[in-house]
């Protein structure tokens, strides 16, 4: 049973708009959630969090809206640009345990 | 330029065999993670240590699968013995605790993974 769902196995957009990448999660104990992006070859880097205290976390062309009712986290990319392409992971955390989800790839087209 | 170190960085081994994946992590950092990686789980956390004593190893299948931290600067995965079901790729992180301990609020640092494949 996963806890944390990316229901988007790919994502394309073209260079310069906005990539909107979605999670869901069913665990309403989870208080801290992040997105990390990966490369082939290499681990996951820590991209940007938010606490279940906020509902927004903005950081440069990133940002990371939570919608706690929903359930539901989304990690916005404004422009997106042709480094950005990487599988990108949402997790989400509490005290005793974290949890990724399976990835988006997502594809920036020049 | 800080980085977690895994070793080896590919295996390849037989049913049946002992495998030892390594991780020396970042310097000063007190918290280090075991995950793994496979196309259908996506990234599943492992194990979890804090100050070198596990914390969290509900992931992890007890019957095969041992943890452990050695000292500060090395961890070590190892899978005896090993079954075609535990190829993936397997990634260390390290990161440095806030006072609550708390697993979801540690920036974690990521190794570049170890691809094991069990023929």
């Known amino acids: 049973d996963q806890q944390v769902k990316q229901n988007s196995p790919s994502l394309s957009v073209q260079e310069g708009r906005i990539s909107i990448l979605n999670c869901d999660y069913t665990n309403s104990m989870f208080d801290y959630f992040l997105w990390y992006k990966k490369y082939p070859a290499e681990g996951p880097t820590f991209l940007i969090s938010?606490?279940?205290?906020?509902d927004k976390n903005e950081d440069g062309r990133f940002t990371v809206f939570l919608n706690k009712s929903a359930k539901h986290l989304s990690l916005h990319i404004v422009p997106s640009q042709p480094g950005d392409s990487a599988v990108y992971f949402c997790a989400s955390g509490s005290a005793r345990q974290l949890t990724f989800g399976s990835g988006t790839q997502l594809t920036v087209l020049p | 330029d800080a980085r977690v170190t895994q070793t080896p960085r590919d295996k390849v081994t037989e049913m049946g065999q002992e495998v030892t994946m390594r991780c020396q992590p970042i310097?000063?950092?007190?918290?280090v993670f075991w995950y793994r990686q496979t196309m259908m789980q996506g990234l599943e956390l492992l194990a979890y240590f804090r100050n070198r004593a596990p914390l969290d190893d509900s992931g992890m299948p007890k019957d095969r699968f041992s943890a452990e931290m050695p000292d500060a600067t090395l961890a070590t995965l190892k899978i005896q013995p090993s079954e075609p079901r535990d190829s993936a790729v397997y990634f260390c992180?390290?990161?440095?605790?806030?006072?609550?301990?708390?697993?979801?609020?540690?920036?974690?640092?990521f190794g570049p993974g170890t691809r094991l494949t069990v023929l």
């Open positions: 992180a390290s990161g440095l605790a806030r006072t609550s301990g708390h697993p979801g609020l540690d920036t974690q640092y």
């Open positions: 938010i606490s279940s205290i906020k």
């Open positions: 310097l000063g950092h007190n918290t």
